[in-house]
């Protein structure tokens, strides 16, 4: 454990960031999930086809791939803008945080799309109706009826899709953002100790899914609560 | 008489309801005072349904008019919310929001639609529960109750909105056999406060007693529009007598 004297702070940051990412891409990869599910189950067969491509795309190609191509992707193009205006510049890029989070929300979010889909498919219909023949309009019906009937069906693999995007934030560290495997790699260029320094990180990552597995069961459990009752 | 009492709340005029090529509603006509108790029966596929259905607009009908509480229904009607929001209805699986406790069942509708503060809300959802006569179950989870409690928090969930109608769909027909009772004996009661009710039913005990017409439809046509006595005693159509012929034989 003495190898670690020195980084710890630097873990401790890296786990910070780690945390940012994840919170950022959740956000997003619930957007884009419902934004594909909406699409995927709108009368359009433009947006249809669309998310349908969204889906095969994303679902089909390896996600370090995905997070290069768009990195380098956007900073190739914002570097030929900036070079529009000043030919002496040699490099833009898009912070590697927000690149990162959207990359790996993207990809996510391909998943959530298929997972949204097949909820909201699995709420009663007859729900819907009562809740408009009330007198519900078609806002109020889907954040009071829709959304937490199909919120039960969505969360076992919706905890899913988390555990795949905190780990897919190790990634990022591969287009320089200093998270928990970039401080790792410092510091065994530094100590030369590479196992100890990776089981550090995997301890960290553990952690974080530790804690993502109890809140989804105890999500699960609050959602379910009519049906616990029920036994 | 005040002419408001006779005037009809509801009216049907020549009404066509498709569903791609199919005809489920072939011109039917039909005109409900307030405070009157109409019973519509028929085969399976008649299109019952399909037509209250149309009454609250949960189906759009093709042509025709439908003038519910002084509302046409059209595509342009676009304060639908608001009319709907008059017209209670019940349905033959109850359709009870299962994430809710039975008390914020009947509370939801009052809260987000009619602004009732929570306080209001509550005890008026407490007042219809006591009418259902099931107070004691306003905190269970629907799956809790039985299917004879269930529809009945159903009927207090649409009485919260204090409906001009109430339009019934069958609401017995998925109860075990000694659940109906209790459900048909609160329709009664409701039937005779005045409240003015479409019920689609087979139950020709509760028509004999609360109806003051019996509509019988078949192939998506009203065939036959009768008091009650009339209607069980000397029906005039063939279809109505054989249609009576084969629920009265079991
Ligand atoms: N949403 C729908 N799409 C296509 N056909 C329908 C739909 N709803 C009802 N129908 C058809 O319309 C006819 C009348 O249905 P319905 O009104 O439910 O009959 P009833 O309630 O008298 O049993 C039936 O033949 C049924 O198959
Ligand atoms: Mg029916």
Known sequence: ?231 | MSANVTDPIIVLENVDKFFGPFQALKNVSLSVRKGEKIVVCGPSGSGKSTMIRCINRLEEHNSGTIIVNGHELTDKTNDIDAVRSEIGMVFQSFNLFPHMTVLRNLMLAPRLVRKTNKVEAEALARQYLERVRIPEQADKYPIQLSGGQQQRVAIARALCMKPEVMLFDEPTSALDPEMISEVLDVMVDLAREGMTMICVTHEMGFARSVADKVVFMDGGEIVEVAGPTEFFESPRNERTKLFLSQILAH
């Open chain 1, 1 to 231: 454990m003495s190898a670690l004297t020195g980084w710890w702070d630097d873990f401790f940051w890296g786990s910070v960031v780690v945390g940012q990412v994840f919170f950022v891409s959740l956000i997003l990869m619930v957007v884009f999930g419902l934004i594909g599910a909406a699409a995927k189950l709108s009368k359009s067969r433009v947006a249809q086809r669309i998310a349908d491509a969204y889906t095969v795309v994303f679902r089909g190609t390896p996600e370090l791939l995905v997070l290069l191509l768009i990195y380098f992707g956007s900073a190739v193009t914002l570097t030929a803008i900036a070079q529009l205006f000043d030919p002496s510049v040699k490099f833009v890029d898009i912070p590697p945080f927000w690149a990162g989070s959207f990359s790996i929300a993207l990809i996510v979010g391909s998943y959530a799309t298929e997972t949204f889909r097949g909820a909201f498919m699995g709420v009663n219909p007859g729900h819907i109706e009562a809740a408009r023949a009330l007198g519900l309009s078609s806002v109020q019906t889907f954040f009071y009826v829709r959304i937490p009937e199909m919120w039960r069906l969505a969360l076992p693999p919706f905890g899913n899709h988390m555990l795949s995007l905190i780990k897919d934030t190790a990634l990022i560290s591969i287009i320089g953002l200093n998270e928990t495997l970039f401080a790792a790699e410092q510091a065994i260029g530094a100590t030369g100790k590479p196992f100890t320094m990776y089981i550090v990180v995997g301890c960290i990552y553990l952690g974080f899914s530790t804690i993502i597995t109890l809140t989804v069961m105890a999500l699960e459990k609050y959602a379910n609560r009519h049906l616990e009752r029920a036994r």
